[in-house]
C-alpha cells in the first residue's frame, strides 16, 4: 500500500507555518552557553539564558525548529505516560508529585513567555481526556476512579468521569492542560533569540566538545572552559547544553555515554491529520489506555475543525511493514471520527526510559543534557529548557535530584518537596494553575468564600448571610498569588506573602496596599 499522491507526508505543523532561515556558522565565536539543537528544548533554554543576560550561540544540523519537535502533536500535559499510582509505588509520593507538578510548571513557563512576548502560536487552555477505549471493563472503571482520586488528592485538576465527551467511556478529566502550533512558536522564539550578541546557525553539526578554547572567538576573549568544534570552526563558551532528543556524547567519557543509551528505549509514533466537520468532537486532548495507546487533539477553524490522531507505537526497527501501521491507524481513525477527510500523515520518535521518567541534568562537568520525555515532549522539553537555564545560571532547581542522569533509584527517605523548594520561582505562580473549588455559583453556600471558574476564568466568590455575592479576583494584588479562603477567619488570604483580605475584597493586613479587583458578570446567582 503506498500513500495517496494528494496526502501530504511531512507533518502538519510543517505545512502550516514557515521558520526563517539563519545561516551556518562561519567563523570562530565565544559566548556564555552554547546550545547544540534548535527544537523545543534548545530554543527554550536560549531563549531563558538571553533573557538572563547571557550571550548565547543554537547550533542545528538542519533547520531551525527541531526534527521530532516539528513531528510532534503537541499535547501540554502534567500527565505522564506512565500511570500516576505506579509513580507513587516506585518513588514515593512526594517524587510523583513533583513529576507531574514540573509538567504543570513547564505550561506555566509556555504560558507566560507567551503572554510576555505576545506570540501569535494558536495557544490554548483545554481539558485533557484520559478514557478507556470501547468495551471498557468493570475493573478499568475501578483503576480510572482511583487515578482521579489520587491526582485530585495531590492537588491536581482531577475528576473521574463514566462518559467522557464525545467517546463516552469512562475516563479522567484533567483541567488546566494546554495545546499550541508548535513550529509557530518555535519560529518566534528563534526570532526573539537572534541578535544582540546572540546567535542561531543552521545547517552546523557539532563535531566535537573538548575542555578548553584552543583559541580567541570573535570579540578576542580567550581561555573559555569548554571549546566545541562545528562546521570547521570553533565556538568557546563557558556552558554546553545537548538538546538533540538522543544525546550526543559531547566530552562525557565513552563508559558513562554508553550507560546512559542503555537506558533508553526508541519507539516510533504514527500519525494523521485531517478535517472534521465542525463541533463534531469539543476541543481538547484525548488519550485512551489501550496499550500502546491512540491519542487525539482538535483545534478549530472556520468552517471545520482539524483532528490529529496518533498511536500504533512500536520499537524503532523492530517493524517492517510501517505502510501497514498506516493503515490499521487510519482504520481505528475512521472507526472514531467518522467524516474524517485525512490530508496529513507523518511519524515521530518518542525516547523512553528505563524508569518512566526522562534524564535531564549535566552529562559531565559544564555539560547539560535530556532525553527520555516519552510522550510529554513538549512538556518536558520546556522542563529540561528550565532546567538547562538554571544549571548554567547557578540557580537551585526542585528537580535537578528527580531528574538527574546519573540517578540509580530515588526510593525511600523523606523529602518535603514544597519545602525544599519554596523559593524556587514557580511557586509565587503556581497558585493560578492549580483547580477551582466549585464550577457553579450555586456550590457557594451562605457565609463562604471559595475560588469558582466562571466564563473560563477564576473568580473569588463570597456569599453573605442574605445571599448576596461579591465576585473579586483571586489575584493578590501584592505579587500576583492566588488567594485561599480562610473559613476560620472569613478572609482571603495570600500564602506566599501573607496579605489578608476581607470578604468583600479590602485590604486587611499587607503588604499588599489595595483591594482585590471586583469582576463584572451579568446574571449572577
Not at 324 to 341: H, K, N, V
Request: proline fraction near 5%; include cysteine; charge should be negative.
Amino acid at each position: 500500500m503506498s500513500a495517496p499522491a494528494e496526502l501530504a507526508t511531512q507533518s502538519y505543523w510543517t505545512d502550516s507555518s514557515s521558520v526563517s532561515r539563519y545561516p551556518a556558522l562561519d567563523r570562530d565565536l565565544t559566548v556564555d552557553t552554547l546550545v547544540i539543537g534548535a527544537g523545543i528544548t534548545g530554543l527554550t533554554a536560549a531563549y531563558l539564558l538571553k533573557r538572563s543576560g547571557q550571550r548565547v550561540a543554537v547550533i542545528d544540523r538542519r533547520r531551525c525548529g527541531g526534527v521530532d519537535s516539528s513531528l510532534t502533536t503537541a499535547h501540554l500535559t502534567c500527565v505522564t505516560d506512565v500511570d500516576l499510582s505506579k509513580l507513587v509505588k516506585h518513588f514515593g509520593r512526594d517524587h510523583a508529585w513533583a513529576a507531574w507538578d514540573a509538567g504543570l510548571a513547564a505550561i506555566e513557563q509556555i504560558d507566560r513567555i507567551v503572554r510576555t512576548e505576545d506570540l501569535d502560536c494558536e495557544w490554548t487552555w483545554v481539558s485533557g481526556y484520559k478514557h478507556a477505549p470501547p468495551g471498557a471493563t468493570r475493573d478499568e472503571r475501578a483503576t480510572l476512579q482511583e487515578e482521579a482520586q489520587l491526582a485530585a488528592d495531590l492537588g491536581f485538576e482531577a475528576r473521574y468521569l463514566d462518559a467522557v465527551p464525545f467517546f463516552g467511556t469512562p475516563g479522567i478529566e484533567y483541567s488546566g492542560q494546554a495545546k499550541f502550533h508548535p513550529r509557530k512558536y518555535l519560529a518566534a522564539l528563534a526570532k526573539l533569540i537572534d541578535g544582540d550578541g546572540s546567535h542561531v546557525f543552521e545547517h552546523t553539526e557539532s563535531e566535537e566538545v573538548t575542555d578548553g578554547s584552543r583559541q580567541s572567538g570573535e570579540d578576542g576573549k580567550a581561555d573559555a572552559p569548554l571549546s566545541v568544534t562545528a562546521g570547521g570552526h570553533t565556538i568557546s563558551c563557558g556552558y554546553v547544553v545537548i538538546a538533540t532528543h538522543t544525546p550526543l556524547m559531547g566530552k562525557t567519557d565513552l563508559p558513562s555515554a554508553i550507560g546512559l543509551q542503555t537506558k533508553l528505549y526508541l519507539y516510533t509514533s504514527y500519525v494523521l491529520g485531517g478535517k472534521l466537520p465542525k463541533d463534531v468532537v469539543p476541543e481538547a486532548c484525548f488519550w485512551d489506555t489501550a496499550d500502546p495507546y491512540h491519542y487525539l487533539r482538535i483545534d478549530p477553524h472556520r468552517g471545520f475543525d482539524y483532528a490529529i490522531f496518533g498511536g500504533q507505537d512500536h520499537k524503532t526497527g523492530q517493524v517492517s511493514d510501517t505502510e501497514g501501521c498506516f493503515a490499521a491507524l487510519e482504520r481505528e481513525a475512521r472507526s472514531r471520527l467518522p467524516g474524517l477527510q485525512i490530508s496529513h500523515r507523518w511519524s515521530g520518535q518518542v525516547v523512553e526510559t528505563n524508569d518512566g521518567l526522562p534524564f535531564i541534568g549535566e552529562t559531565s562537568s559544564k555539560q547539560f543534557a535530556a532525553t527520555g520525555y516519552a510522550g510529554n515532549g513538549m512538556t518536558f522539553g520546556t522542563l529540561a529548557g528550565m532546567m538547562a537555564h538554571d544549571r548554567a545560571t547557578g540557580r537551585n532547581n526542585p528537580w535537578a535530584r528527580l531528574f538527574d542522569p546519573g540517578r540509580t533509584t530515588i526510593v525511600g527517605g523523606t523529602w518535603d518537596y514544597i519545602k525544599e523548594n519554596i523559593d524556587y520561582p514557580y511557586y509565587l505562580l503556581r497558585d493560578r494553575f492549580t483547580g477551582a473549588d466549585a464550577r457553579t455559583l450555586r456550590a457557594v453556600r451562605r457565609g463562604e468564600g471559595r475560588i469558582v471558574e466562571l466564563d473560563g476564568r477564576k473568580v473569588a466568590v463570597y456569599r453573605t448571610e442574605r445571599g448576596k455575592t461579591a465576585l473579586l479576583s483571586p489575584t493578590c494584588t501584592h505579587m500576583g498569588c492566588q488567594v485561599a479562603w480562610n473559613d476560620a477567619e472569613h478572609t482571603w488570604d495570600c500564602p506566599c506573602h501573607g496579605s489578608r483580605f476581607t470578604p468583600t475584597g479590602e485590604v486587611l493586613a499587607g503588604p499588599a496596599e489595595t483591594p482585590l479587583e471586583r469582576v463584572t458578570r451579568s446574571g449572577a446567582e
